[in-house]
């Protein structure tokens, strides 16, 4: 790296003005947030079932009612499994929460940084670093909607450019970074995993039609392609084929509450409530940023200007013709304008709420703040004093986004209860899709039909394994109360029994028993094409590693 004591001056401030962003976390205190509390009782439901020796986590067994809800089979596993670790180490789980946002502030700083430092200069590359990090909609999933899945899936955005820029610059010989940071994408945020994977794909195939070596970076690309996603299948492979199952659909029915009007993104009042269409005091607040809108708009002009002196050079210029492109088409997705497309393509329905192209809209105005400060032509003195203006500004611009609503302090719900009412989803959406929705808890120990017929008792409730002691006089069904999802299995007095769940009402663990006393057990496992995907995972994993140390490390 060229001029190391720069750098290492640039990486500090970038450190320094990232502490000042999350300045706020660094107390010992809880906030309010939208979804910040599901998050933490999320995590300690991971961690419930991480003890379990439940690999890779699918279920949470207390929230929901203690139904059995299966909320980590289709939701950033990465999250909280990072999470996990933190906790781990010693860390409160609202600690861990808090570190999540601190870690995602200074991955997305240090890597938009780097990725910009081979486009354009040291200073222009720490601007870019600094409207990163310094926008609103950062400080909107940190402070309002506390969401760290979506934090760190918009961190990581730059440094997967990053490493497809890298590809190319080695000729396709290191693109084992590319599958690690890649995977780790995949897994932080499936909405902005949804959104983010066609801006590389497009940002690398423009490059590559500009390339010499197209045939074998191309060979490369693809192999990196196809290993991320064998190291993510044990995610995807589930995620799609048993959403069906689910109540998921639901989701994609709420997009048109969600298209924000130009209004709101140019300017609208900041906010702590949920968002409702248009502009009303409290709600959150979907606005791009003044500063960010006017470098972008500066771009725009200024391109515009080389365009009409036909000075654009594509193979030098299309590095900001690709980012003003993107961030104009994010802003359509966004805008009601768009809404016939999100009617008539379920792919966009997926991302459940248009303003969350936003995220792009931020990476494209980054990358157009840091490119002007490079590219425009102003004496050097002009240009620093310029740079030393515009970050004061940025400061002020976003003085108030940095704060919480309100400090509180957070009771974990299991302390109180053995079992948590709310499942932390919006609609509920990962219960069985047949299955009525539920407000009161259901009885513990499970139910019998004939219900005088007899007794039972669990005797043990883990996440993947629940035992009960049942005594009959008569043949009888047995209920436990969990939600069925594929893997669970039964057994009496050691051998195996079919669950009906089809014939229970509420879709649950279902089973016949005979008369006498009888123990009653049920498992949770994978079934073949999860555990299929599991091993594609774990092969691909040691493949990785293999080929890493083989080359000691030459091909990260």
Same mark, same amino acid.
């Given at each position: 790296?060229?001029?190391?004591?720069?750098?290492?001056?640039?990486?500090?401030?970038?450190?320094?003005?990232?502490?000042?962003?999350?300045?706020?976390?660094?107390?010992?205190?809880?906030?309010?947030?939208?979804?910040?509390?599901?998050?933490?009782?999320?995590?300690?439901?991971?961690?419930?079932?991480?003890?379990?020796?439940?690999?890779?986590?699918?279920?949470?067994?207390?929230?929901?009612?203690?139904?059995?809800?299966?909320?980590?089979?289709?939701?950033?596993?990465?999250?909280?499994?990072?999470?996990?670790?933190?906790?781990?180490?010693?860390?409160s789980f609202v600690a861990s929460?808090?570190?999540?946002?601190?870690?995602?502030?200074?991955?997305?700083?240090?890597?938009?940084?780097?990725?910009?430092?081979?486009?354009?200069?040291?200073?222009?590359?720490?601007?870019s670093a600094l409207f990163y990090?310094?926008?609103?909609?950062?400080?909107?999933?940190?402070?309002?909607?506390?969401?760290?899945?979506?934090?760190?899936?918009?961190?990581?955005?730059?440094?997967?450019?990053?490493?497809?820029?890298?590809?190319?610059?080695?000729?396709?010989?290191?693109?084992?970074?590319?599958?690690?940071?890649?995977?780790?994408?995949?897994?932080?945020?499936?909405?902005?995993?949804?959104?983010?994977?066609?801006?590389?794909?497009?940002?690398?195939?423009?490059?590559?039609?500009?390339?010499?070596?197209?045939?074998?970076?191309?060979?490369?690309?693809?192999?990196?392609?196809?290993?991320?996603?064998?190291?993510?299948?044990?995610?995807?492979?589930?995620?799609?084929?048993?959403?069906?199952?689910?109540?998921?659909?639901?989701?994609?029915?709420?997009?048109?509450?969600?298209?924000?009007?130009?209004?709101?993104?140019?300017?609208?009042?900041?906010?702590?409530?949920?968002?409702?269409?248009?502009?009303?005091?409290?709600?959150?607040?979907?606005?791009?940023?003044?500063?960010?809108?006017?470098?972008?708009?500066?771009?725009?002009?200024?391109?515009?200007?080389?365009?009409?002196?036909?000075?654009?050079?594509?193979?030098?210029?299309?590095?900001?013709?690709? #980012?003003?492109?993107?961030?104009?088409?994010? *802003?359509? &997705?966004?805008?009601? /304008? !768009?809404? =016939?497309?999100?009617?008539?393509? +379920?792919?966009?329905?997926?991302?459940?709420?248009?303003?969350?192209?936003?995220?792009?809209?931020?990476?494209?105005?980054?990358?157009?703040?840091?490119?002007?400060?490079?590219?425009?032509?102003?004496?050097?003195?002009?240009?620093?004093?310029?740079?030393?203006?515009?970050?004061?500004?940025?400061?002020?611009?976003?003085?108030?986004?940095?704060?919480?609503?309100?400090?509180?302090?957070?009771?974990?719900?299991?302390?109180?209860?053995?079992?948590?009412?709310?499942?932390?989803?919006?609609?509920?959406?990962?219960?069985?899709?047949?299955?009525?929705?539920?407000?009161?808890?259901?009885?513990?120990?499970?139910?019998?039909?004939?219900?005088?017929?007899?007794?039972?008792?669990?005797?043990?409730?883990?996440?993947?394994?629940?035992? #009960?002691i049942i005594d009959t006089n008569?043949? *009888?069904? &047995?209920?436990?109360? /969990? !939600?069925? =999802?594929?893997?669970?299995?039964? +057994?009496?007095?050691?051998?195996?029994?079919?669950?009906?769940?089809?014939?229970?009402?509420?879709?649950?663990?279902?089973?016949?028993?005979?008369?006498?006393?009888?123990?009653?057990?049920?498992?949770?496992?994978?079934?073949?094409?999860?555990?299929?995907?599991?091993?594609?995972?774990?092969?691909?994993?040691?493949?990785?590693?293999?080929?890493?140390?083989?080359?000691?490390?030459?091909?990260?």
């Amino acid at each position: 790296m060229s001029n190391p004591a720069k750098h290492g001056l640039f990486i500090f401030l970038i450190i320094i003005f990232s502490l000042l962003a999350c300045w706020k976390l660094f107390n010992s205190s809880f906030y309010t947030s939208h979804d910040g509390e599901g998050h933490v009782i999320r995590m300690i439901e991971y961690d419930e079932a991480w003890k379990d020796g439940q690999i890779p986590v699918r279920i949470a067994k207390r929230i929901n009612y203690g139904l059995g809800y299966p909320f980590f089979n289709f939701n950033y596993p990465f999250v909280y499994f990072l999470g996990e670790i933190f906790h781990l180490g010693g860390f409160s789980f609202v600690a861990s929460f808090k570190l999540l946002f601190i870690l995602s502030i200074f991955i997305g700083s240090v890597s938009m940084y780097v990725f910009m430092l081979s486009h354009v200069s040291m200073i222009a590359s720490f601007i870019s670093a600094l409207f990163y990090i310094f926008v609103p909609y950062r400080f909107l999933n940190m402070y309002v909607r506390g969401n760290p899945a979506e934090s760190l899936a918009l961190a990581l955005l730059p440094l997967l450019l990053f490493c497809t820029d890298r590809l190319f610059r080695t000729k396709g010989e290191k693109f084992g970074l590319l599958i690690v940071i890649g995977s780790l994408f995949m897994l932080s945020h499936n909405g902005t995993a949804l959104i983010g994977v066609p801006v590389i794909l497009l940002y690398f195939s423009i490059q590559l039609c500009f390339s010499s070596y197209r045939k074998h970076i191309l060979k490369k690309f693809v192999l990196a392609c196809i290993l991320i996603a064998c190291v993510t299948s044990f995610f995807w492979i589930p995620l799609i084929s048993e959403t069906g199952l689910t109540k998921l659909a639901e989701l994609s029915e709420d997009y048109p509450f969600f298209f924000p009007t130009i209004r709101e993104v140019l300017y609208s009042p900041w906010g702590f409530g949920a968002y409702k269409q248009g502009i009303m005091p409290g709600k959150m607040s979907p606005q791009i940023g003044l500063l960010h809108i006017g470098f972008f708009t500066v771009s725009v002009i200024y391109i515009s200007t080389l365009l009409i002196r036909k000075k654009i050079v594509l193979k030098k210029d299309w590095f900001i013709l690709f #980012f003003i492109g993107i961030t104009f088409s994010a *802003l359509f &997705f966004m805008l009601p /304008v !768009s809404k =016939f497309i999100w009617d008539n393509f +379920s792919l966009f329905r997926m991302i459940q709420i248009p303003w969350r192209f936003l995220g792009i809209i931020v990476l494209g105005c980054s990358v157009s703040a840091g490119y002007i400060v490079s590219f425009i032509e102003v004496p050097r003195l002009c240009k620093i004093v310029g740079c030393i203006i515009g970050v004061s500004l940025l400061l002020y611009a976003n003085r108030n986004h940095i704060r919480v609503n309100m400090y509180t302090d957070f009771t974990n719900p299991f302390d109180r209860h053995p079992t948590y009412g709310f499942s932390t989803t919006s609609k509920d959406e990962h219960m069985p899709r047949l299955a009525p929705r539920i407000h009161e808890d259901p009885k513990s120990d499970g139910d019998l039909f004939p219900s005088e017929s007899g007794t039972s008792k669990r005797t043990v409730w883990k996440s993947n394994f629940q035992e #009960f002691i049942i005594d009959t006089n008569t043949p *009888l069904e &047995f209920r436990a109360n /969990v !939600s069925y =999802f594929p893997g669970w299995r039964a +057994s009496l007095d050691g051998t195996s029994v079919p669950i009906l769940y089809s014939k229970d009402e509420y879709q649950r663990l279902r089973i016949t028993v005979p008369p006498g006393i009888h123990k009653a057990v049920f498992r949770f496992g994978e079934p073949w094409y999860r555990l299929f995907s599991d091993i594609v995972s774990v092969i691909a994993v040691v493949y990785i590693l293999g080929i890493m140390i083989q080359k000691k490390g030459k091909n990260l």
